[in-house]
């Protein structure tokens, strides 16, 4: 690592800080109480979810273009996105009368979209392609190479971490007393590096812990290895961290620096969304719950301790909240799944109400694959449970009354098929 990402760095932060009053908002870091209580520790959480562009990307966005700006004149700019980096680079680029071009994948949430149009106003152009954001930035870099314009890149890059580390500057400052832990999500490592960068040279004592999705665990392929590789699929699901390699940079500035590296599943992260707001009325989008969905996995190192939780981002789309909802009751154990031949008569669904389900178990799903023939017939069907682990009494319901069926839910070719 150079000098420039050493012993410098951390007045690289400072600066940003300078750059960035008045236009990123110093975010609250307050105390959880039921959090607190159920984890029995003092758990605080830093609030970037309430940052105007509902996300922490702004700072590393505005801190690099402030100085294409100002030092050479750059007049219009390049980035490539998930969505939350879109939004930080449309805002500065209003905010500082520049152009710029932004990529997308086309899978990108409609919430995060119009969110990217609402900021930019007329001062982007927006491009939507591929399915991954690797497929986007690709489109990006082409673009870049074709006109000559700069490009911002998403994380790995000094100015773009050093602006995200002004975070780990306010929550030190906002402390009351040191942390012993801050939680921090991982997509492509610059939130993580900057926030890594200023606890090692300000607060040694505290230690990090990494947190990235169970789909799309770059951080942790890396550090088995020693080096960023690329994997070969993510899961998309939480989009502001799915990224197929974590960047050279900012994997540089980590792997001598984090304490713990875990990955959550996504069904967990889908889980803690729900809980979060029904019980504290906050609005997470799916990165930003994964370090509230780590205490779980923390509860026996944390007791007893200060931690930090840094929330990345808000911008859920509403839309996808039945999506969430599923993964989460199949995370839970709560939705089973099974193909049923059901016999083509009338009185058979009801048979199989009152005989089969048990009170409380709702059919959430029911749906004819096809007709088989004049007596027997396949359908699908999702059942709610009260209580997890019930699917065995379940199906042995069925066989005792004649409903043949196959469980979906540990089949993942058929359940993807038909699901």
């Given amino acids: 690592m150079s000098t ?34 159920q984890f029995n520790c003092d758990i605080f959480l830093k609030q970037e979810n309430l940052q105007e562009t509902r996300s922490y990307k702004i700072r590393g966005a505005y801190n690099k273009m402030v100085q294409l700006r100002s030092v050479q004149g750059v007049k219009r700019v390049v980035c490539a996105s998930a969505g ?23 899978t990108t949430p409609a919430q995060k979209i119009g969110q990217v149009k609402m900021f930019g106003g007329g ?9 991954t954001f690797e497929e986007a930035l690709a489109e990006a870099l ?34 009351t007393s040191v942390p012993d832990y801050v939680i921090v999500p991982v997509g492509g490592g610059g939130l993580a590096a900057g926030i890594a960068q200023v ?28 080096r960023p590789i690329c994997l070969d699929k993510v899961d998309p699901f939480v989009d502001g961290a799915a990224i197929k390699c974590i960047g050279s940079t ?29 019980k504290a009325g906050l609005v997470l989008e799916p990165a930003g719950a994964l370090s509230i969905a780590a205490l779980s996995q923390l509860k026996k190192i944390i007791r007893d301790k200060t931690i930090v939780c840094v929330i990345s981002g808000g911008n859920n789309d509403i839309t996808r909240m039945e ?21 083509q008569r009338a009185g058979a669904l009801k048979e199989f109400v009152v005989n089969v389900l048990e009170p409380h178990q709702d059919i959430s799903h029911f749906e004819y694959i096809k007709r088989t023939g004049k007596e027997k017939g396949s359908v699908l069907v999702g059942i709610e449970l009260p209580e997890p682990k019930g699917h065995l009494q379940l199906q ?3 066989e005792e009354h004649n409903f043949s069926n196959i469980y979906l839910n540990d089949k993942p070719e058929i359940f993807d098929l038909l699901v």
């Fill in 4 to 37: 420039e990402l050493g012993t410098s760095f951390i007045e690289r932060i400072f600066q940003a800080q300078e750059r960035l009053k008045g236009v990123a908002l110093k975010t609250p870091l307050k105390r959880d109480l039921l959090l607190s209580q």
């Fill in 84 to 106: 939350n980096h879109a939004q930080g680079v449309a805002h500065a680029s209003r905010l500082l009368k520049m152009k710029a071009d932004i990529f997308m994948p086309t």
């Fill in 123 to 131: 001062s982007i152009k927006l491009h939507l392609i591929g399915d």
């Fill in 142 to 175: 082409k673009h870049v190479d074709l006109n000559g314009i700069p490009f911002i890149p998403p994380f790995d890059d000094p100015e773009i971490i050093a602006g995200q580390g002004t975070i780990a500057l306010e929550l030190l400052q906002q402390s």
């Fill in 199 to 226: 606890l090692s040279k300000l607060s040694p004592e505290t230690k990090l812990i990494t947190v990235e999705p169970e789909g799309a665990p770059s951080l942790k392929a890396a550090l088995k290895v020693g």
């Fill in 250 to 278: 900012t994997f540089g500035i980590l792997k001598d620096k984090i304490a713990l590296h875990i990955t959550i599943p996504e069904g967990k992260v889908c889980t803690t969304i729900l809980e979060t707001y029904n």
């Fill in 323 to 343: 999506e969430i909802k599923e993964r989460s009751l199949l995370y839970e154990d709560l939705k089973h799944y099974f193909l049923v031949r059901f016999p």
């Fill in 396 to 398: 042995r319901r069925m």
